[in-house]
């Protein structure tokens, strides 16, 4: 694993800020009617590329939910890039992937509780 500097958790946690903020504004009727957060965001060393993992509730909307992010990821960017130029000289792309381990946990739950029963 690499390691980490203080300016990309920075500008990594003020993207997050950003983007869910972008996202709480367009409203759920914009994600048909799903609950989209944005969990984590992992930017690149030179902040050029940052990935985005997002949590959908209910989950059985996130493939419709995923595409309608990636039909308005140009939108998406050029509003980040708004309110990050002052900060950066580059508005990094953006990559968005769905984050399930909330998912994977419930999974592992129900595993235990049926191996606890038995």
Known sequence: MQNVTLRQERVASQLKRD????????GMAAFDGALVTVVEVRISPDLAVAKVYL???????TASVMETISQN???IRGELGHRVSKQLRIVP???FFVDD???YAEHIDEILKRTKTE
Do not use: H, M, V, Y
């Not at 949590?55 to 909307?61: A, D, M, Q, R």
């Open 55 to 61: 949590s959908i509730f209910p989950t059985g909307k």
């Open 19 to 26: 983007l869910a903020d972008i996202i709480r504004q367009r």
């Open 73 to 75: 990821a140009k939108s």
């Open 101 to 103: 381990s909330l998912d």
């Open 93 to 95: 792309e953006l990559t």
